[in-house]
């Protein structure tokens, strides 16, 4: 994607050279979060980049969005600890009301509030997420919550939670993803009120938690659109998130392709640079062709995107061929560093801990494969 957004691109590179590789080692040893970083690219107003501009935002379209990401990924950071900000804002963009986005929006966008942390999965209902079992009640006025959420990553960090629940139980509807809302949470009156919040230690540092809420109230002004279509709100966000997610894919994929190349130039080994090999070059260029024609895909997909159309196909495609060319990448360069591909000052072992991440979540790699079978080559559904 070098040839669009070139500016925010540059600024963000910028942005990201006072977070070297130390910074995240240092990070990732004590799982601690990147808050400086985080303010810094708040401050920036990277952000706020898809917050329209009467609300404060940017009003930046998607690709430019995923331009930031792809370049924090190629930099050498994460965006992990706060992406959502990105993905989840169509929700709100989309289906909130005008008296939510006006209460919200321009926090968000200055930096006072976060929303940070989407609240979809659960320990019973995985990738199933129609059977999730957190509801919502009617209570007075307004609501409460109870159950279990898992993977909620970014919560300790986050002022805001777009949340579903289920409001209508599932032997009174027809179909299982009938029933199901949203709410946009404040997570400091919910942190109060029975909602807590357990981190969870992963193999990469990605401040991802369980949350537990024990009949949590909310006011009714907190449910997003309309009671009973929450699952199709979520969906409608899919598309952009797996696009989004792909270009921090594509960022990464660069990163590890740049350092291996880097490295297989400088090391020298039996009197020439190892680079010499074509038993060491190969992998780089093969992995490389892999990144571009993925890269491609994102484009287009992107292309589609801010066109106003909502392209099923090309999102899966970039979410899936991003996904597996960022993972082969990551193999590739701890292969071409040899041992030091395991030393932490090299960064090499973090991002590759990192990048594995993107084959399961947000979404696996088996669930976009039955996306396309079934939705792009009229298979029999299977699940
Ligand atoms: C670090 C991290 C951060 C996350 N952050 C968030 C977050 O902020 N918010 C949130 O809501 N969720 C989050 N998730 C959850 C993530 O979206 C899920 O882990 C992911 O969707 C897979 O679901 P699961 O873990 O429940 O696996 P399961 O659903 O239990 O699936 C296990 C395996 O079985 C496969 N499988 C299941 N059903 C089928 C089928 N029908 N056909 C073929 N294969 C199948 C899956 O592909 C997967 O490989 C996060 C997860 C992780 C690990």
């Known amino acids: 994607m070098?040839?669009?957004?070139?500016?925010i691109?540059?600024?963000?590179?910028?942005?990201?050279?006072?977070?070297?590789g130390r910074y995240w080692q240092a990070l990732d040893r004590d799982r601690a979060y990147p808050e400086e970083f985080v303010t810094a690219l708040t401050e920036a107003g990277y952000l706020?980049?898809?917050?329209?501009?009467?609300?404060?935002?940017?009003?930046?379209?998607?690709?430019?969005?995923?331009?930031?990401?792809?370049?924090?990924?190629?930099?050498?950071?994460?965006?992990?600890?706060?992406?959502?900000?990105?993905?989840?804002m169509g929700t709100l963009l989309r289906h909130g009301s005008e008296t939510q986005k006006q209460a919200y929006l321009p926090r968000i966008a200055s930096g006072e509030l976060r929303l940070q942390a989407f609240g979809v999965t659960e320990?019973?209902?995985?990738?199933?997420?129609?059977?999730?079992?957190?509801?919502?009640?009617?209570?007075?006025g307004g609501w409460r919550i109870s159950g279990q959420k898992i993977w909620t990553s970014r919560a300790e960090h986050s002022d805001l939670m777009i949340l579903l629940a289920r409001t209508t139980?599932?032997?009174?509807?027809?179909?299982?993803?009938?029933?199901?809302?949203?709410?946009?949470?404040?997570?400091?009156?919910?942190?109060?009120?029975?909602?807590?919040?357990?981190?969870?230690?992963?193999?990469?540092?990605?401040?991802?938690?369980?949350?537990?809420?024990?009949?949590?109230?909310v006011p009714a002004a907190s449910l997003i659109g309309e009671e009973g279509k929450g699952f199709r709100y979520i969906l409608s966000g899919m598309n952009a998130e797996r696009m989004l997610i792909a270009a921090e894919c594509i960022?990464?994929?660069?990163?590890?392709?740049?350092?291996?190349?880097?490295?297989?130039?400088?090391?020298?080994?039996?009197?020439?640079?190892?680079?010499?090999?074509?038993?060491?070059?190969?992998?780089?260029?093969e992995v490389y062709a892999q990144m571009r024609a993925a890269e491609l895909m994102v484009q287009k997909a992107l292309a589609?995107?801010?066109?106003?159309?909502?392209?099923?196909?090309?999102?899966n495609l970039s979410k899936y061929l991003a996904a597996e060319a960022s993972w082969a990448a990551a193999d590739m360069c701890v292969q071409t560093f040899g041992g030091f591909g395991f030393a932490e000052e090299y960064d090499v072992e973090r991002k590759f801990r990192e990048t594995r991440l993107y084959r399961v979540a947000p979404i696996s790699t088996n669930m976009i494969l039955s996306?396309?079978?079934e939705h792009i080559l009229d298979l029999p559904r299977s699940y």
């Open 2 to 7: 070098n040839d669009s957004h070139q500016d």
């Open 9 to 20: 691109r540059d600024a963000v590179s910028r942005l990201c050279e006072a977070f070297p």
């Open 48 to 88: 706020a980049a898809l917050i329209p501009e009467e609300y404060g935002g940017a009003g930046l379209p998607l690709s430019a969005a995923a331009a930031i990401l792809e370049e924090i990924h190629r930099s050498g950071g994460s965006a992990g600890a706060c992406h959502a900000q990105m993905y989840t």
């Open 123 to 140: 320990p019973s209902s995985g990738t199933d997420t129609a059977a999730l079992k957190t509801t919502a009640r009617r209570d007075g």
């Open 169 to 217: 139980p599932r032997d009174q509807v027809e179909k299982k993803h009938q029933g199901l809302s949203v709410f946009l949470l404040d997570m400091n009156h919910a942190r109060e009120n029975g909602m807590t919040i357990r981190p969870i230690r992963t193999m990469m540092n990605h401040a991802t938690t369980e949350v537990f809420f024990d009949n949590v109230p």
């Open 251 to 285: 960022g990464d994929a660069k990163w590890f392709i740049g350092r291996a190349s880097d490295y297989a130039r400088d090391r020298t080994l039996f009197g020439r640079p190892i680079a010499q090999n074509q038993g060491v070059q190969f992998p780089i260029a």
């Open 304 to 315: 589609l995107y801010d066109a106003g159309e909502n392209p099923g196909e090309e999102a």
């Open 371 to 373: 996306y396309i079978a």
